[in-house]
């Protein structure tokens, strides 16, 4: 046997052969027998590209923790399309609420039966959540962050001074009820905000000639 018109095969002899055309392409085969007598056939390969697969994002594929996405396949408009996505979903669209990075995928195969794949990885930032925690000794108060996320710190002691530090100490001058406050600040997803209220004891006289 003998293949013509080659475009795509993997060979072009033999009596099985194997056509992958880029585009729709007609395929001719002759056949001679021992004694020198020929036939000829032909054959069509339809050439189908499958569908235009890619994965668009709203708002973005990079978000803070607890943001609603929706995930689209291909343009609006397009019909006849069967769509499987790696968590199970079967429509056009899919919508999450990221919690953690994950990476997610979908399966699109049109109405002659041609499949194409396209993923695509939804970055979650974490928010910043604010917590502390304090030692002291008399008015003396050691602050102590224990905030996730954070990469700045914003105090205020309830007596009208501050501090930038981390984990700062503070002596309170008088006794009395403050109400302690931080700002935990923590890259792209913003701040978070935590109160506590202590109570100051009275400094004794002992306290303040030691």
Known sequence: FSCFLAAGLNTTLGDTVIANPVVSTQYIVTGIDSNGCSASDTVSVNYNAGPNVNITTNPNDSVCEGTTVI????????????????????????????????????????????????????????????????????????????????????????????????????????????????????????????TKVITVGAVSVASLSS
């Open 71 to 194: 995930m689209t396949a291909l343009n609006p408009g397009v019909t006849g399309n069967v769509y499987l996505w790696s968590n199970g979903i079967t429509t056009r669209r899919d919508t999450i609420v990221a919690t953690t990075t994950t990476s997610f995928s979908v399966i699109v195969t049109n109405s002659a039966g041609c499949s194409k794949t396209d993923s695509i990885t939804i970055t979650v930032f974490p928010d910043s959540s604010a917590n502390f925690g304090f030692t002291n000794t008399g008015s003396l108060y050691n602050f102590i962050d224990s905030s996730f996320g954070a990469t700045g710190w914003i105090w205020t002691f309830g007596d009208g001074n501050g501090s930038s530090n981390q984990n700062p100490t503070y002596i309170y001058p008088t006794s009395g009820t403050y109400t302690v406050t931080l700002i935990a600040l923590g890259g792209p997803c913003g701040a978070d905000t935590i």
